[in-house]
């Protein structure tokens, strides 16, 4: 059962950088479908970025396009989700997510607070 743990959220001014991880266990994540989501008070949950574990091919939210950037770590089996120019309407909940076949698999999500 593959089990996703993120981390790296927090509370940071605008124009500042945070760097989320989202550590994958009891399953590898090679060769999978792997997208960052977030939820704000009171709104949908909405598709951040999504990319592939064994292509270069990324997708970004527009957004978020130029600021946000999706990665994978096959060795350490970890998404990583580097965010710069941080916004106050990034502010989110921000979730991990695995598509493997007709499985979703989601992580519990880490906050982020961006401050004006």
């Known amino acids: 059962q593959l089990q996703l743990v993120e981390s790296g959220g927090g509370l940071v001014q605008s124009g500042g950088s945070l760097r989320l991880s989202c550590a994958a266990s009891?399953?590898?994540?090679?060769?999978?479908?792997v997208a960052w989501f977030r939820q704000a008070p009171g709104k949908e949950r909405e598709g951040v970025s999504c990319?592939?574990?064994?292509?270069?091919?990324?997708n970004y939210a527009d957004s978020v396009k130029g600021r946000f950037t999706i990665s994978t770590d096959n060795a350490k089996n970890t998404v990583y989700l580097q965010m710069s120019d941080l916004k106050p309407e990034d502010t989110a909940v921000y979730y991990c997510?695995?598509?493997?076949?007709?499985?979703?698999?989601w992580g519990q999500g880490t906050q982020v607070t961006v401050s004006s």
């Open positions: 997510n695995v598509l493997r076949g007709w499985t979703t698999y």
């Open positions: 990319a592939t574990t064994r292509s270069d091919v990324t």
């Open positions: 009891g399953s590898s994540l090679d060769r999978y479908a």
